[in-house]
C-alpha cells in the first residue's frame, strides 16, 4: 500500500533583522592645505573613525611625481628632497576644474585610495563608497565638474556634499547641538585652508550666506616670510628656492606645522629646525611666540588688499550679520554659531564671533580639524540607511507586502467581532424601545416598528453611547493587528540602528492625526478618534450605510418567534397562522393598545434571545458583502500613509 504524501508546509519569509549587506562609506575632507578621511559602516552605530595614512590622521595635501612615480602626503616632501626637480602640488584644491587643475587632485586620489587599499584599511575604489566635501559656495554644475574628476580618477561610487552640511551632521551625533536647535537657526563657520564658509541651516535646510578666500592658509604664507626674514643663512636659502622652486612650498608647510603646534597649545613658544638637503649644512629656523602670533594677524596682507587677517575675518562676520539682515523673511539672527575647520583653533576666533553675535551659543567641538572628515561619513551611512529604511517600509506596504495581507485579514475579521457587541447594544437600546413605543401606541404598526428601528439604530450608531459599546472590542481588534504589524516593523528598525518601535501605531499624536482623517463611508464623519483604536463612529457609519441599506437586520424578529407569540396570543392560531398573520396584514394593522400590552419587555427580550445568532449572522454577512472590501481598502490606505510618514519623520533619529 502507498504510503500517503505529506501535505506540503509552507514556510514564511524569515523576518530581516540585518541589512543585506555591510556597506562601507569613506567620508573625504580633501583640504587645501591638509586632508583627513573618515570611516563609517552601514551595519553599526559606531561614530566613524578617523583613518590614518602612513601614520598620520591629518596629512599634507601634497603630490610630488618623479617620472611615474607618485608619492603623496609627507612622502611626497622627502621626494621632494630626494629628487631635485620633480613635479609638486601643493594647495591645489580649486573650484575652476579645468584639465590643468583636474591633474593633481587625480594623482592625489588615486595614490592616497591605493595605498590605503594595499594596506587594508579600507576596501578599495570600487567597493568603498565616498563621500567628498565641497565648500557651501559651490554651485551644482561646479560639484557636477568636481565628482566627475573622482570619478574619473577611479572611485565608482562618489557622492559630493557641502561641508558645512556634514560639520552640522556631526555636531548633531557629537551632542553639541540637537534637532530643536537646527530647528531654530544655526550658523556654520568653517574656517579651512582656503577658504570661510558662512552657512545658515534652519529646520536641517541650508543657504549659503557668504564665502571668502580667507583661509588659513594666508597666515601660512606670513609666517613663512617673518621667519625668512630673520634667517642667518636667509640668501642662500633664497637661492636655494630659485633653483628649486618647489622648496617654498615645502618651507611654507613647515610653517604651517608651526603655526599649527602653536596655535593648539597654550600660548608655548614653538620652534622647528629644518635642514635643507641641497645646500651644505642650510637649516631653516622656524619660530612663533606671543608677539609673532599678534604681528601675522594683525598685519596688513597684500592678498586682502591691505586688511589684517583679524579685521578681514571681523568684516566678514559683519557681512554675514547683514545678509541675515536683508535675506528673505526665513532668514534671522541666528540662536547657535557652530565653529569648525582646524582654523577655528586660532584665539582670535571665538571672541570676535561671539562679539559679534552677543546673543547667539558659540560652539566649537572636539577636533574640529576632523569634523567635516566624520560628518561625510555620518551622511553616507544616514542616506543609505534612511533609503534602505523607506525602501523596506515599503515593501512591507506592497500588494504582497506583510503589513498589507496582516491589515486585510484583519478587515475581514472585524465583523464577526462587531457583530455580537452590536446586537446586544441594539437590542437594549433601540429594538426594546421601539417595541414599547409600539406597545404605548406612538408607533402604530409592527410595519412601521421596523421603519422605526432603522432611524434609532442610525441615530444609535452615532451616538456616544454606541462608540463606548463598540470601543473595547474595536481597541482589542486593534491591539491584534498592531502586534501582528509590530512584527514586521521591529526588526526592520532594528537592522538600521533605529529604537524598536519607531514604526509603532500606539501612542502618538503621529497616527492620531490619520486615524482621525480616515473616512470609512459617508462623507464628513470622524471614523478615528484614538491613538491605538478604530472606535465606534467610524465603525458606526459604515453600519449606517452599508448594513442598514436593505433594512434586513431585524425582519426574524418579525417571523418567529415575535410572530408566533402575536399570532397565538391575538388570533388563537397556531405557529403557521401566527407566521402568516404576522407576515401580512396583521404587520400593517393598527392593534388596539390594550392588545399590544401582551408583548411584554420580558417576551421581547426572550424573542431577541431566540433571534440572537440569526441576527449576529445577518450582521456580519453585511458586513462582509456590504463594508469589508472598503474598509480594508481604506485601513490599508491609511496604515500606508501613517508609516511612510513616520519613516520619514523619523529620520532623524539616524542624527541620534
Same mark, same amino acid.
Given at each position: ?310 579685521? #578681514?575675518? +571681523?568684516?566678514? *562676520?559683519?557681512?554675514?550679520? =547683514?545678509?541675515? /539682515?536683508?535675506?528673505? @523673511? &526665513? %532668514?534671522? $539672527? ?92 441594539? #437590542?437594549? +437600546?433601540?429594538? *426594546?424601545?421601539?417595541?414599547? =413605543?409600539?406597545? /404605548?401606541?406612538?408607533? @402604530? &404598526? %409592527?410595519? $412601521? ?97 452599508? *448594513? ?109
Amino acid at each position: 500500500m502507498m504510503t500517503p504524501m505529506k501535505k506540503k508546509t509552507e514556510i514564511s519569509t524569515p523576518l530581516k533583522t540585518r541589512l543585506a549587506t555591510d556597506e562601507e562609506f569613506i567620508g573625504f575632507d580633501l583640504g587645501h592645505g591638509e586632508s583627513a578621511l573618515g570611516r563609517a559602516y552601514g551595519a553599526t552605530m559606531r561614530e566613524p573613525e578617523i583613518l590614518e595614512y602612513r601614520g598620520q590622521r591629518s596629512f599634507v595635501t601634497a603630490i610630488a611625481k618623479d617620472g611615474k612615480e607618485i608619492k603623496i602626503g609627507a612622502d611626497a616632501l622627502s621626494l621632494s628632497f630626494a629628487h631635485h626637480k620633480p613635479d609638486v602640488w601643493l594647495k591645489f584644491k580649486t573650484r575652476h576644474l579645468d584639465a590643468q587643475a583636474a591633474e593633481p587632485i587625480t594623482y592625489f586620489s588615486q595614490a592616497l585610495i591605493a595605498g590605503l587599499s594595499e594596506e587594508g584599511t579600507i576596501r578599495g575604489a570600487k567597493e568603498s563608497r565616498f563621500i567628498i566635501g565641497c565648500p557651501s559656495g559651490w554651485d551644482i554644475p561646479t560639484r557636477e565638474a568636481y565628482r566627475h574628476v573622482f570619478e574619473h580618477a577611479g572611485l565608482q561610487s562618489v557622492r559630493i556634499v557641502p561641508e558645512s552640511r556634514a560639520a552640522l551632521m556631526t555636531a548633531l551625533e557629537q551632542g553639541y547641538v540637537s534637532i530643536e536647535d537646527t530647528r531654530a537657526s544655526v550658523l556654520i563657520v568653517d574656517i579651512g585652508s582656503s577658504t570661510t564658509d558662512f552657512t545658515y541651516c534652519r529646520d536641517l535646510e541650508a543657504d549659503d550666506v557668504g564665502h571668502n578666500e580667507l583661509g588659513s592658509g594666508l597666515l601660512d604664507d606670513e609666517i613663512f616670510k617673518l621667519n625668512l626674514s630673520r634667517q642667518k643663512s636667509r640668501k642662500q636659502i633664497e637661492k636655494l628656492i630659485e633653483a628649486y622652486p618647489h622648496y617654498k612650498a615645502i618651507l611654507t608647510y613647515w610653517c604651517r606645522q608651526a603655526k599649527e603646534a602653536y596655535f593648539t597649545g597654550e600660548d608655548v613658544p614653538v620652534e622647528m629646525i629644518k635642514r635643507l638637503p641641497a645646500g651644505k649644512r642650510v637649516f631653516f629656523d622656524i619660530r612663533i611666540d606671543k608677539k609673532d602670533a599678534k604681528t601675522i594677524l594683525e598685519s596688513p596682507l597684500e592678498s586682502l588688499n591691505g586688511y589684517s587677517w583679524k579685521s #578681514a575675518f +571681523d568684516y566678514a *562676520l559683519r557681512e554675514t550679520i =547683514e545678509s541675515l /539682515s536683508e535675506g528673505s @523673511d &526665513t %532668514l534671522r $539672527a541666528p540662536d547657535t554659531i557652530l565653529l569648525t575647520g582646524g582654523a577655528s583653533r586660532l584665539p582670535l576666533v571665538l571672541p570676535a564671533t561671539q562679539k559679534a553675535f552677543p546673543k547667539a551659543r558659540v560652539i566649537r567641538g572636539a577636533e574640529p580639524e576632523f569634523a567635516i572628515a566624520r560628518g561625510l561619513a555620518w551622511l553616507g551611512r544616514f542616506e543609505y540607511l534612511h533609503g534602505s529604511f523607506k525602501s523596506e517600509t515599503a515593501a512591507l506596504l506592497s500588494e504582497t507586502g506583510e503589513v498589507r495581507l496582516r491589515a486585510e485579514s484583519a478587515a475581514q475579521s472585524l465583523g464577526a467581532k462587531i457583530s455580537p457587541v452590536l446586537v446586544d447594544a441594539m #437590542a437594549e +437600546d433601540c429594538i *426594546l424601545p421601539a417595541f414599547r =413605543e409600539w406597545r /404605548s401606541g406612538a408607533i @402604530d &404598526t %409592527l410595519d $412601521a416598528v421596523e421603519s422605526a428601528l432603522e432611524v434609532k439604530v442610525k441615530a444609535w450608531l452615532e451616538s456616544q453611547h454606541a462608540q463606548e459599546a463598540l470601543r473595547p472590542v474595536i481597541d482589542s481588534w486593534f491591539a491584534g493587528l498592531q502586534r501582528d504589524i509590530e512584527a514586521q516593523t521591529d526588526p526592520l528598525c532594528r537592522a538600521h540602528g533605529l529604537p524598536a518601535m519607531v514604526l509603532s501605531l500606539d501612542g502618538s499624536e503621529h497616527v492620531s492625526r490619520h486615524l482621525e482623517g480616515l473616512s470609512v463611508s459617508a462623507p464628513g464623519m470622524t471614523s478615528l478618534e484614538s491613538d491605538t483604536a478604530l472606535v465606534g463612529t467610524g465603525v458606526s457609519a459604515l453600519l449606517i450605510s452599508g *448594513l442598514l441599506a436593505k433594512a434586513n437586520l431585524f425582519a426574524a424578529l418579525f417571523v418567529n418567534p415575535i410572530g408566533i407569540v402575536l399570532g397565538s396570543a391575538l388570533l388563537g392560531g397556531g405557529y403557521l397562522f401566527g407566521r402568516k398573520a404576522i407576515s401580512g396584514k396583521m404587520r400593517r394593522s393598527k392593534l388596539p393598545v390594550l392588545t399590544r400590552q401582551i408583548l411584554t419587555d420580558k417576551r421581547v427580550k426572550s424573542a431577541i434571545k431566540r433571534q440572537r445568532a440569526d441576527m449576529i449572522k445577518a450582521v456580519a454577512a453585511a458586513w462582509d458583502t456590504a463594508a469589508a472590501s472598503r474598509f480594508s481598502a481604506e485601513l490599508t490606505q491609511m496604515l500606508e500613509k501613517a508609516l511612510v510618514e513616520r519613516a520619514d519623520e523619523r529620520a532623524v533619529l539616524f542624527l541620534i
